[in-house]
Structures are given as C-alpha cells and as structure tokens.
C-alpha cells in the first residue's frame, strides 16, 4: 500500500518571489554615464562611480585605430577586443573627482580643445592639462566661490564658459555670466554677457570669427519656458536677439557658420536655422514629435552636424540623418537601441549614450564607413544570462484621467520563469506605482535593472508619465503651469490625480492588486508621493526619496535655478502662501494613514534634510508606522554604492511587511533587540547551509526560502512586536513560536543540503 503523496507546497505570493537579481547587481548597474564628446577620432565621456562614493571621472576611446579599417558590419563589438584594433579604455583624470555644480544640477563639467583638456572639480577647481599618454593637471581657478561648465575652447587657448559665483550664496545674489578665462601670463577672467539670471550653450562660430552664439533668461522662467538666442560680437560686445519666447535648446554653428537650434515654436522641440542674409528662421526638419528635452543639465546634446547639409538626430526610436535641402530623414540600419542621448559626429563616427527595453543604457560609437559599432562602456558591465526569464519588457499605455483627458505610464508586468500565475491572471500582483522627478522630466523605457529587481520578485511597476511630463509636447508639458500669470499651477492635483488614475485603471485592467498599491517617487515624485498618501486613499503605502513635503520651505530654501520654478507650478510667493499651504502634505499629518518610509541625504540643498525629518517627527507623532533612513555624505540623488544597496534593501523589506499585513505602530523597546538578533541568526543560518551546495534543486529550495518564507515570518514577527494589545511576555512567546517554524524550515534545508551532498558522494569518479 502507498503512502498519499506529501502535498506541494504553494507557490510563494507576487512580491515574494526568489530573484537571481540582488540590490548589489542594481547598485552595479548605476554607472551613471554622461557628457559625450568626439574630437579628433578620440571619444570621451563622463561616468559618476558609486563604488568610488559617486566619484566623476573623463574616461577615453580613440577610434582612429579600427575607424575604416575593419570590414565587419553590423556587429556591435566591445572595446578592448581584438576587433578593436588593441585599443583600451583609458581613465583621464584618475585623481580628480569631475563634476560640475552650477545650478546644482551640473552638466557639461569639461572641455576638449586641439590638444588640451579642462575640467570642473567637484571641490570647485578649473584644472587643464595636455592630453598624451597620461594627463597631468594644473590649477586655472581655484575658488569656493566659482563654479563653471559649459562652453569651448577658443583658437587662442582662452576658454569661454559659464561662470556662476556664489560670493553671496542667497538665490537672489548668486551671479550668473558668460566669461572668458585667459591662461597666458596668469589666469585673467574677463566677462562676456552678464545682466540675465541665467544662461547656457556658449557657442564659437568659428576661427578667425569673434562672433559666439548663446541662450539667456530670467526668472521665473526655466529653460523649458521662455528663453532667448543671440549673437554676440565678443571683440565690440554688440549682440543681436534673433529668436525669443520658445524654449531653445543646444545651439551650435555648422561648419560653415550657419546657426542651428532646437526650440518649440510649433509646440514641439524642432530643428531650426537662421538664415543671417534673410533674417529668417528657417525649420530643418518639422515633426509632431520632440526631438529634444527639458535642460535640467547643461551641454545636453541631440543632434550633430555630419556635414554642412546633414545632420545626425533622433526621430522617436531612430537615430538617422536629415538632409537639409531636401528634409528627408532616414534611419541608420542595424542598431540596437530605441534611445539615444548626448549625439556627437565628427563627419565618419558617431559617439552617443544609447540603450533600450532590453539593452542597458552604454557609450557607443558607430563608424558610418565601415558600419561597425562599438559598445565602449556600459552602465551595467555584467553578465546578464542569469536573469534571462527574469526581464519585463514596458508596455507603453494611454488612460482616461480626469478633466475628459489621458495620461500615460509604461507598465511592468512581473516576470520571474519559476512563477507564471501573474501571468494567467490567476493571482493579482502587488503595484508599484512610480512618480519620477522634475517635474517636468519623464518616465523611459530603458533596461533599468532596479524596475527588475521588483518585477522578478512578482510586483508590478507603473512608470506614470503624469501631466506636466515631457516628450508629449508643450500642451501637455504645460499641465501643471498656471493658464495665467499671477495665477496659480496644478503641481499637487493633477499629478496626484494622474498617479492614482494609473494605478485604478491598472485594477480595473486586472492587472494589479486593489489592496496591494504603492507609490513611491524621489525629489519632485516624492512630493506626488506625500501627496497621494496624504490627500487621497488609494494607496496601501510608500517611499519617497529626498521628496518635498513642504512647499513654503521649499520656497524659501532653495538654490537659485529652482527658486522660481513654483511661481507657474503653484503659484507667486508670498502671493499665493495660503495655496503652497493647503498643497503641502506636511500641514496635514493627520490624514496620512498608510505606512511611509522616507530617504534622504544630509547634504541635500535641493530639499533641506528638515522636511523629511519633519515629516517623520509628525507621522510619529499620530502613530503611523514611519521609518526616516539618512546617508551622511549624500545629497540630492544617492550615489554611493553601500547607501543604494542599503537603501533598495530597506525599501524591499518595508513593503513584504506591509502587503504581508505589515504593522502601524511604533514597536516598543524591549521586544525589539531580543527579535533582531533572532532574526540574525536565522538569516546567517541559512546562507551557511547553501553555500557550499552545487545542486540546482537546493538552491530553488534556498532561493524560495528566502524569497517567500523568510520575508513573510519576518513580517509576522514585525506584526507582533507593533501589537499594542499584548504584554511583552506574550510577544516573546509568540515570536520564539514563528522563530521555531523558522528553524525548523532551516532543518528541512539541511535535510535537502546533505542529500544532495551524500548522493554526489556516492556517484562513480
């Protein structure tokens, strides 16, 4: 007689699922790349490490050993290879840390002229150096009160670039202006524009030509607003405004000096050029598209001249060339990617930062010669077979918002090989619903290995393109401005709106859990983040990263780029007070009800540490569960790699304990030490028994046990400790009893462990 078959265990819940994809693979992929440029043959670019606590460093390729020499075609090969001609990546500046903080936000933090560098420290320093076989750099200016970027090199050695000087650091005393730094007989800096709040894209006609080209505005505007474009004579200082009330965007003069912008007249950012003889603008190459973006960075670069009459530029997913005579555009064959940013040619390479869905985001450089590409460096330089069966691919989806109008976000579907209920639809996944910065930014559809780390554990993710976004336009960029000056924006309704909308439309869809929702969103989405928990009840809980709980103080304590950006978000301050009072969610702490937990960096100037303290101290206060987590050393926008890794970690573990029923109260001292170290020990326990096992049916064992079981005890022991009703006695006792089902799970592993071992003992050598 045969014994019934011991039943099958379930399969564990959406959200705690085993994935091959840990904190520190997403951590490794947060090389962050920028600041391409292509000169003489030679690629350089910028890459901000957070293995070296977010160092910025210029890093090289010089193409000019397999340029038009190999034969392969449409092949993406790997600098370093032999297909590379023996050429390596080198680091120029190991001993600097490059980056730029004028208006905070940096961008464009060094120079390459005919055989020289310049670059812009973190500490504030302009430093240049000979570039050769290896860089040695020499101070220009050295200042705390100095910063720089952006700008060129002139045929003279003098350098041209933004200067913002922060003598009187108050928002409304921070300088900013156009100089010309002299090098010969000692560093003399001499200014070229000043007068306008801000300015970008200094740009040389070319040699023997004083003439320079730039962009200007004031406040209240922002660079995606109402800017200007002039020529400027530097040797008389005459200057003429040919272009004004559009956003104009990444200015440069062809090779034969004819002057070409991006700006959004027609409502979208288009191609443009001046033709000096007519005084005209003339349109390039018109689209109901954008083709550009918002210039929260300076020296961004989407497009580049091939020759005098084509230009290099994406059109949508395409990277192809626009003829000038004729308009046509048409797209370069065989390339991988569906986005691509900082474009730079030098008439036979093109060096870009491409990437995709499934492709994560690299420095590459396509020969149109030999139409070879080379991948140069990738943001995420790892094995990637691991996670196949493990990536969700965006599914890009318009829904009704309110006002009769639609919105957009990319949805996330979970993934993991092991587990296809959430696909059947038989089980609903937990949702995570993503607000992103700006907030006049957007959300995109490249690999991102952080959105995996979620959707492989069995949560959804909505990645909402709210109104106000962009790349849909001005009209619907322009959502959370105020429709008249004086009045007051939208920045906190439709936003918010937008972010539940998505998630209720996703439930209706049957694509997300109605009890399993969160929100989470850093800086700007933070903000949205505080303000769906705190003004609507569509969400179980959330995490805001450095986000804005109160905008009076944003108001009052902020940097110079930003500290008008709310008069058209909000509205005029002190005007409109009694508004950014009714919008902040820190007025009104009673209505939060949902868990929260908040991150933020000590160093932040963008949003002062105080407001997520504050926030913290208030939600206390009532007795909701919150959690403040702060990193010394960061500040707007994390990047050291132990904080990410730790913070990613914190966030995955808050909501297991809220979606397995999580706690709302402080847990009390006393109870709290004794189940940490119980929860330690089961922890190393079980990463003690599968470490020195080869057998795949282990590790599922293993990879389930800590993916489902673990999280879900923890949870209970969390419940527990917040349960006000029972003494602490009681707690004790009920948390050794989950500690027990804990131990015996390890027992069954152990079981499984030296099975496996006893059975690899016995097999023939």
């Known amino acids: 007689m045969t014994s019934p078959a011991e039943p099958h265990p379930p399969p564990p819940a959406p959200g705690f699922w085993g994935s091959p994809i840990t904190p520190d693979h997403v951590v490794e992929g947060g090389l962050r790349l920028s600041d391409v440029r292509l000169s003489g043959g030679v690629v350089f670019w910028r890459e901000s490490r957070p293995k070296e606590k977010g160092r910025g460093t210029v890093c090289s390729f010089d193409t000019n050993n397999w340029g038009g020499k190999t034969e392969t075609k449409g092949t993406v090969l790997n600098a370093g290879t032999s297909a590379s001609g023996g050429d390596t990546i080198k680091e120029v500046t190991p001993a600097l840390n490059v980056g730029s903080r004028v208006q905070e936000y940096g961008g464009s933090p060094f120079l390459i002229g005919k055989s020289q560098i310049v670059v812009s420290t973190k500490s504030g320093d302009l430093q ?99 800017t200007s474009l002039y020529l400027h004579d ?25 002057l070409f912008w991006m700006d959004d007249r027609t409502g979208f950012w288009n191609l443009y050029y001046y033709n000096e003889a007519e005084r005209k603008v003339i349109p390039v190459f ?114 009704p918002t309110t006002g009769e109008r639609t919105a957009f976000l990319y949805y ?34 490249n690999l991102n290995l952080r959105y995996q780390f979620w959707t492989s554990r069995g949560f959804a993710i909505a990645d909402v393109n709210y109104g106000g976004s962009t790349g849909y336009g001005r009209e619907y960029r322009n959502r959370l401005k105020a429709k008249e000056e004086g009045k007051c924006g939208y920045w906190g309704i439709v936003d918010v709106d937008d972010c539940c909308k998505a998630a209720e439309f996703l439930v209706a869809e049957g694509k997300a859990h109605p009890k399993q929702l969160i929100i989470t969103g850093g800086s700007a989405g933070g903000f949205t983040t505080l303000a769906s928990l705190c003004f609507r009840k569509t969400f179980s809980c959330g995490a805001s990263y450095y986000g804005v709980s109160d905008l009076e103080a944003l108001a009052k304590d902020t940097h110079k780029f930003e500290s008008r950006y709310l008069d058209s978000l909000v509205g005029p301050y002190p005007e409109a007070k009694k508004v950014y009072q009714e919008r902040s969610s820190i ?20 949003v002062p540490p105080n407001q997520a303290r504050t926030m913290f101290e208030a939600l206390k206060k009532k007795g909701i569960y919150s959690k403040l987590v702060e990193y010394e050393g960061e500040a707007h ?11 990613l970690s914190q966030e995955y573990e808050f909501y297991c304990q809220v979606i397995s029923g999580g706690f ?6 006393g109870v709290g030490q004794e189940s940490k170290e119980g929860e330690t020990s089961i922890v190393n326990g079980l990463k003690a028994k599968i470490q020195s096992v080869g057998n795949a049916d282990v590790h599922q064992e293993a990879s389930d046990t800590f993916g489902s079981f673990l ?55």
């Open 128 to 226: 240049c150096g000979k570039l050769g076989p290896t860089t040695s750099f020499s101070t220009i200016v050295s200042s705390g009160k100095l910063r720089f970027a952006d700008g060129f090199v002139h045929e003279d050695g003098s350098l041209v670039m933004i200067c913002e000087d922060h003598t009187e650091n108050a928002p409304d005393k921070v300088k900013t202006s156009i100089v010309r730094i002299h090098q010969q007989n000692g560093t003399r800096i001499e200014t070229v524009a000043e007068g306008r709040d801000f300015y970008h894209s200094p740009r040389w006609k070319g040699p023997g030509s004083a003439t320079i080209a730039y962009v200007a505005y004031d406040h209240p505007n922002m660079p995606w607003d109402k």
């Open 234 to 258: 530097m040797t008389t200082g005459g200057k003429e405004c040919i272009a004004e009330d559009h956003s104009i965007v990444q200015v440069k003069f062809s090779p034969r000096g004819k």
């Open 286 to 399: 018109p689209s109901q598209t954008d083709m550009a973006g918002p210039q929260w960075q300076l020296g961004q670069s989407y497009w580049d001249f091939v020759d005098e009459e084509h230009i290099v530029t994406q059109v949508k997913d395409k990277l192809g060339i626009i003829d000038v005579k004729t308009r046509q555009f048409k797209a370069l064959e065989g390339l991988p990617y569906t986005s691509f940013a900082q474009v730079r040619c030098d008439g036979q390479n093109i060096a870009f930062i491409g990437g995709s869905s499934n492709m994560p985001a690299q420095v590459a450089v396509y020969n149109m010669v030999s139409k070879t590409l080379v991948c140069l460096r990738k943001c995420l330089d790892m094995d990637m077979s691991p996670f196949e069966g493990y990536i969700s691919e965006p599914q890009h989806i318009e829904f």
């Open 412 to 445: 996330y579907a979970p993934v993991n090989e092991r587990y296809d209920k959430c696909k059947s639809g038989e089980i609903l996944p937990p949702l995570i619903v993503r607000s992103h910065g700006g907030p006049t930014s957007c959300a995109r559809k």
């Open 587 to 606: 007025t009104y702490p009673e209505r939060f009800s949902a868990p929260l937990i908040l991150f933020q960096g000590i160093e932040d100037k963008v």
């Open 637 to 647: 926008g994390f990047r050291q790699a132990k904080n990410m890794t730790n913070a």
């Open 664 to 669: 709302l109260t402080e847990s009390k001292e």
């Open 711 to 765: 999280p879900s005890q923890l949870a209970k022991v969390n419940n527990i400790k917040a349960n006000t009703m029972l003494e602490d006695s009681e707690k004790r006792e009920q948390i050794k009893a989950v500690f027990q089902d804990m131990q015996t799970a390890i027992e069954k592993l152990e079981t499984l462990c030296l099975s496996a071992i006893a059975s690899d003992d016995n097999k023939p050598q």
